[in-house]
């Protein structure tokens, strides 16, 4: 593929992660507002609500039996990644959970080893030890600061244990993509997530206000906006192009969190960030070495 073809598609994608970290930014703002549990059931229904029409028009295919599986193994780890990371991220500025979240990629080669069977090289094991060192580099740097409350160990916590489950989520991901189209899987995977967080509704659901319904509502529409243009992307260049782009969202983070929350990044957050993202890149790269040999 030429330079000038892969242009449209590199753009695709960092429009899309820009616009994945503004709903990040939207749904700290409405999970402040509204809660975390009434922040997630709504957006679940309104993407819903949002992709219906293109499932309609792409011929309300429903899924086979083996892709209905997959949808739900991974509904299932939407329902309990998405709660801990907005939990975490109303705790901790957005840069450094998604800092922190970019630790989930090396985690899913573990992962990868164990459901896939695929082998662990070396090079993975120093691009996990270079990860887990940012990790401690962006705690480091909150306990240097004084700022290592109760709250910010919690919101730490949550967003390692979110990213996990977004680790194993990764690894769902690949073997839905094989079975169910971008649309079927948009329109599935919401509304069982939406389905999945309704059981707890008569306990956990308060009516939020105006300000926190049209912050819901953003986040829906932020959300679907940068699925299709990820896909989109995605779909027309190869992955070890596009993913170097992924890490642009640690600025977009830093940026929205800055004016959405006046958070300021500090110095560690930025050093621990580029030792996970170097880390990140050393697997990719060892990935695409041995798939060439």
Excluded at 26 to 45: F, H, Q
Excluded at 100 to 126: D, H, N, Q
Excluded at 254 to 267: I, K, N, Q, R, T
């Amino acid at each position: 593929m030429t330079r000038r073809n892969l242009l449209l598609p590199m753009i695709a994608t960092a429009v899309g992660i820009a616009t994945f970290s503004a709903m990040d930014a939207a749904m700290k703002g409405a999970s402040i507002a509204a809660g975390v549990y009434t922040a997630l059931l709504i957006r679940g229904y309104l993407a819903s609500l949002l992709i219906l029409p293109a499932w309609l028009l792409t011929g309300r295919k429903l899924p086979s039996a083996p892709a209905f599986k997959v949808h739900v193994q991974r509904s299932v780890v939407v329902a309990i990644m998405a709660p801990l990371f907005f939990w975490g991220l109303v705790r901790i500025p957005i840069a450094e959970a998604i800092a922190i979240s970019f630790i989930a990629p090396l985690i899913a080669l573990y992962f990868a080893s164990v459901m896939l069977g695929e082998k662990i090289r070396p090079a993975a094991i120093i691009a996990s030890l270079l990860g887990i060192a940012g990790v401690v580099v962006i705690g480091a740097a909150r306990f240097g600061e004084g700022q290592f409350t109760q709250d910010a160990i919690l919101g730490i916590a949550a967003i390692l244990t979110s990213a996990v489950f977004y680790a194993l989520n990764l690894v769902l991901q690949r073997k839905q993509a094989l079975l169910a189209s971008p649309v079927e899987i948009a329109m599935f995977q919401n509304l069982i997530v939406a389905l999945i967080f309704t059981v707890p509704l008569p306990w956990l659901f308060a009516m939020p206000g105006l300000d926190g319904l049209k912050l819901i509502s953003l986040a829906a529409v932020l959300a679907l906006i940068a699925l299709l243009l990820l896909s989109w992307g995605y779909a027309r260049a190869e992955a070890q192009v596009l993913v170097p782009i992924e890490y642009t969202g640690f600025a977009w983070a830093a940026l929205f969190g800055w004016l959405w929350f006046d958070e300021v990044v500090s110095p560690g957050t930025v050093i621990g960030a580029a030792l996970i993202v170097v880390g990140c890149l050393i697997a990719a790269r060892g990935h695409t070495e041995q798939t060439a040999v």
